[in-house]
């Protein structure tokens, strides 16, 4: 585990923890007299996946074979965690987010269009 005493007797420090959901990377850089923390978000993932959705949908444009759901993007778990934070719970505020997230983000988006959502 990570022993503090010794960490700030040290005259430099770095470090980083990732986590196992969504490529999140914690650093630490510490000089004798700060420390910094940054979270690192590595979107390659989603971006991979929304191609592969791009690709695989391109027949049914999202849409489930009996059209009960639609997949329209990949959204990066800190993007979506900001997107319900900022909504405060409204529903339909949370969805013009969303769609206005995926036309200024094309590359996530898994569908041509997200008007009909």
Do not use: W
């Not at 206005?100 to 983000?105: A, D, G, L, P």
């Amino acid at each position: 585990m990570f022993d503090l005493v010794s960490f700030i007797n040290q005259r430099s420090y770095e470090a980083e923890f990732a986590e196992a959901t969504d490529s999140v990377r914690t650093q630490i850089v510490a000089e004798k007299d700060s420390v910094v923390v940054r979270k690192l978000y590595d979107v390659e993932p989603a971006l991979k996946r929304a191609e592969f959705f791009r690709k695989f949908n391109r027949e049914c444009n999202g849409f489930s074979r009996n059209r009960e759901f639609r997949h329209v993007g990949c959204m990066p778990t800190h993007i979506a965690l900001a997107i319900i934070k900022k909504a405060g719970g409204d529903p339909l505020e949370e969805s013009r987010l969303i769609k206005r997230y995926y036309k200024e983000h094309p590359e996530f988006s898994t569908v041509d269009s997200v008007s009909g959502i």
